[in-house]
């Protein structure tokens, strides 16, 4: 079967770093998204990797190790704002978006 | 600004009643998709399109059903809703399928079901 794992709920605090940790098994991969969805919305894209390595977005960074089946998001200098859920999404060899249930992240001053 | 628009936002309807959800895009995307999220689980693909084909999940019920009359609109019909059915409907679309193409989502359709 297909699966995505991410923790359920994290809490940092402003002006801190927290990385959010995604591993999947997926049949094939093409593709690892990052959303954030804020309570009662639509998710809205973050960011995309297809290579291994770190792709730095402003205070947003995702890195991918398909090899280890792995991806984290990297969120800096917290801002209250930033308290949403974080999803994490893998396209599949049919290109497929399968979907993990997100991470709750909540800010703390 | 080009977007994704789904009429209503809220949408309460009783056991059994039929309601239609709707999407609009102006992004002229060739892909749309319908999705169901309940509270903290992952958005649940019930179909999509890829221009005016059509592809139905395996375990999408029968009492769902969709319609995309042209590229810009597309319905999500709900035959006979249940309880189990209020959740939020997300609609999406992509400029394509296949590696890289983001999805951009509309603000979703609640629905309550009484």
């Known amino acids: 079967g297909q699966n995505i794992d991410q923790p359920t709920e994290m809490t940092a605090t402003e002006g801190a770093i927290v990385q959010i940790n995604c591993t999947y098994q997926t049949s094939g991969f093409n593709g690892l998204f990052w959303y954030q969805q804020h309570a009662g919305e639509a998710p809205t894209f973050l960011s995309y990797n297809v290579l291994d390595g770190l792709e730095e977005k402003g205070r947003f960074s995702s890195f991918l190790s398909r090899s280890k089946g792995y991806s984290y998001l990297l969120l800096k200098e917290l801002q209250m704002k930033d308290s949403a859920s974080y999803l994490c999404?893998?396209?599949?060899?049919?290109?497929?978006?399968?979907w993990g249930a997100g991470t709750k992240l909540i800010i703390k001053p | 600004d080009a977007m994704v628009i789904q009429n209503p936002r809220y949408q309460v309807t009783q056991f059994g009643k039929p309601v239609t959800l709707s999407c609009s895009q102006t992004?002229?995307?060739?892909?749309m998709y319908w999705y169901q999220q309940k509270s903290s689980q992952a958005p649940k693909l019930l179909f999509h399109y890829y221009d005016k084909d059509f592809n139905n999940e395996a375990d999408t019920p029968d009492n769902f059903q969709s319609r995309r009359p042209n590229t810009s609109f597309c319905f999500l019909d709900i035959r006979s809703p249940g309880l189990g059915d209020a959740a939020m409907y997300l609609c999406?679309?992509?400029?394509?399928?296949?590696?890289?193409?983001?999805?951009?989502f509309g603000p979703g359709t609640r629905l309550t079901v009484l």
């Open positions: 999406a679309t992509s400029r394509a399928r296949g590696e890289g193409n983001e999805q951009f």
């Open positions: 992004l002229n995307h060739n892909v």
């Open positions: 999404a893998v396209t599949d060899s049919n290109y497929q978006l399968i």
